[in-house]
């Protein structure tokens, strides 16, 4: 009787070691660089200006960190884009307006999770970004000393000084197989684009505070290396 309990009892240490190792499988952690380049449509969510969105376009790279044994993976991103939007002015003189086109660069950094909704060829894709941008730069010179709408003395190189440093949300969707994917990706500024201009001394006319959010959809090709 004792021997069959020592028996039994090795049965069941052998049982247990067999079904944890088999639990505790080796998952291979993928790294990989990835190249990226696209288009942009830009604009600036603000009731200070009449604005039209155009576009752009932004590349970069992205490291990737494939984990098959969790339901996400994650990527951090370094990416550079020219974006333009149309502002709404008038020349002094003219009985109608135009939109007149600015243009600025940016170079962002973004931390990304992945939910894989259909393993890795579906994912969908949200993270913090942390983006530095130049100034708003007029496409054409010859716009100087337009009028910006709804304004008596705003002109349109009086709003290129910009808040330089944003902080953005990004989310999107990936689909693609293998090393090739296509990602269309939504980005939203959390801080005040505008705010810089408040912090001079434009004769505007009235009281109003400048507040603006940038809105960008990025539609890019990605490639693993």
Sequence with gaps: MKNTKSYLLVAICIAFVTISYGQRKSYKIKNGIGLQGGITQFDILTD????????????????????????????????????????????????????????????????????KLISNNLTLDVGPML????ELELSDDDKEGYIVSGYDTLFTEDIRDITNFNVNGAVGLTLGVRRLFIRAQYIYGFTNMLGNLNKQDLSIGNSDKFKGNQSLMALTLNITL
């Design 48 to 115: 200070n200006f009449k604005t039209k969105a155009s576009t752009g376009f932004i590349g970069g790279m992205s490291a990737s960190v494939d984990l098959p044994h969790k339901w996400y993976n994650v990527s951090y991103n370094i990416q550079l884009s020219e974006s333009k939007v149309d502002i709404d002015a008038f020349q002094l003189g003219s009985l109608s307006n135009e939109f007149v086109e600015y243009k600025v660069f940016a170079a962002d950094i973004s931390f990304l999770l992945h939910v």
């Design 131 to 134: 983006q530095y941008n130049s």
